[in-house]
């Protein structure tokens, strides 16, 4: 049974006046936020969402009413956090990364990806500082697909 189709959420978490409601969340994983239709399951049913333009974020209410608020929680990702010491060093290894075609954020001065334990012994071998971390992230990582060779 569908409890309801959204092509929005109904607001974020962090501006929703829950009241005194019961707040329930439904995990999903972060390559979820980059889906256009995401279907959960909830105490109360199943909840189908169909996104034009919007993706999910962590703490969307999917469902509100007199008794229960349901919002999304993301789960961590395994993520190493990259410190470069000096951009040449931040630039050796977003190229070394780039042609491993592995997505990275940028967030201030580090770069995060995903964890591989390739790109873990790399970063030891060069000396960079990193760590590995459990984050939850605002976007899904997502692959560029660009026609090119490497000739």
Known sequence: MTLRTL?????????????????????????????RIVRVSTSAGEIGMRFESRRLRDGDVLHADDAVVIVVSVEADDVLVIRPNS????????????NRHLPARFE?????????????????EQGLPYSREARVLPDAFRHVHAPHSHT
């Open 7 to 35: 092509a929005e959420p109904l607001g974020n978490l962090d501006s929703f006046d829950v009241g005194a409601r019961r707040v329930e969340r439904v995990i999903v994983r972060s390559d979820d936020l980059a889906k």
């Open 87 to 98: 951009i040449h060093q931040g630039l050796e290894i977003a190229h070394a990364l780039g």
């Open 108 to 124: 201030g001065d580090t770069m995060v990806v995903q964890y591989d334990a390739l790109v873990e012994e790399l970063l030891r």
